[in-house]
């Protein structure tokens, strides 16, 4: 199987542009997972979506949201960027049921800079 | 909330040493797994591992969660060990599913 998929691998945006990140989760996973990894503040979670529906969120402002389509691919959107918003955004997948196994994978990771 | 943490901070080996790595958790957790970040930033699955004790090659994992501790043993440590070591936790009780909650890491060099 394929794994977790993260596209665009490097991203260099100004302050004040917004930015689309995209996740392809493993085949037959529904649960997709996002988090952000910075020196200071290590990695947090944001927000994790199952069959199209946020079921979890993080202590992020509303200038980070997500989405997640019919096929479980997921995309991270975030607005207004901020210096402080450089960071590596990591986006991990699994099976997601209630009482299933709940491994998570993750993939490489997209490295975003804000100038 | 839930606190994880991961000791030691920093480790430094030379190649063939062992080595012991521990994270505590502060609440009861129904999943826990380890990684190995690489230089390029990817989370290498290690372990998931909620209770019990599994081994893959040099390294194995045992987890109590009834004490609310694991821990990662590496023997006969290699250079390509070298890395920062994650464990993350995802609550029992948190009102949520695939929410883990990370340790800030051990970051281990070996040295040949």
Known sequence: ?115 | GIQVEQSPPDLILQEGANSTLRCNFSDSVNNLQWFHQNPWGQLINLFYIPSGTKQNGRLSATTVATERYSLLYISSSQTTDSGVYFCAVDLLFSGGYNKLIFGAGTRLAVHP
Not at chain 1, 59 to 67: A, I, K, L, V
């Open chain 1, 1 to 115: 199987k394929a794994g977790v998929t993260q596209t665009p691998r490097y991203l260099i945006k100004t302050r004040g542009q917004q930015v689309t990140l995209s996740c392809s989760p493993i085949s037959g996973h529904r649960s997709v997972s996002w988090y952000q990894q910075t020196p200071g503040q290590g990695l947090q979670f944001l927000f994790e979506y199952f069959s199209e529906t946020q079921r979890n969120k993080g202590n992020f402002p509303g200038r980070f949201s997500g989405r997640q389509f019919s096929n479980s691919r997921s995309e991270m959107n975030v607005s207004t960027l901020e210096l402080g918003d450089s960071a590596l955004y990591l986006c991990a997948s699994s099976q997601g049921g209630v009482l299933s196994y709940n491994e998570q994978f993750f993939g490489p990771g997209t490295r975003l800079t804000v100038l």
